[in-house]
Nanobody, 115 residues
Framework: QVRLVESGGGLVQPGGSLRLSCAASGSFFRIAVMGWYRQAPGKQRELVATISSSGTTNYAESVEGRFTISRDNAKNTAYLQMNSLKPEDTAVFYC?????????WGQGTQVTVSS
């Protein structure tokens, strides 16, 4: 079983930056894919970014060039560096880990971008 613990969410002004962290713990040797998803009020959960164990990344078009996903395999931790934040980025952000055949989710952390 894998447990995901998130941190780093909060309130930030437009144009500002936040860095989210997701620490994985539990009974596993290697997580194939880690990622970040978000859900805004009245909308479905959507992919933000993913990263494989080898470092291959995938980004939603809406965040390309502004967000950077990374992972530290030794620490079993994933990060999401968010720059040039916009009000439309406001959402609950969820950490995800894929460890076939299972998917694991964090509790979610609120990110609010407002002046």
């Amino acid at each position: 079983q894998v447990r995901l613990v998130e941190s780093g969410g909060g309130l930030v002004q437009p144009g500002g930056s936040l860095r989210l962290s997701c620490a994985a713990s539990g009974s596993f040797f290697r997580i194939a894919v880690m990622g970040w998803y978000r859900q805004a009020p009245g909308k479905q959960r959507e992919l933000v970014a993913t990263i494989s164990s080898s470092g291959t990344t995938n980004y939603a078009e809406s965040v390309e060039g502004r967000f950077t996903i990374s992972r530290d395999n030794a620490k079993n931790t994933a990060y999401l560096q968010m720059n040039s934040l916009k009000p439309e980025d406001t959402a609950v952000f969820y950490c995800n880990a894929q460890h076939s055949p299972y998917n694991y989710w964090g509790q979610g952390t609120q990110v609010t971008v407002s002046s």
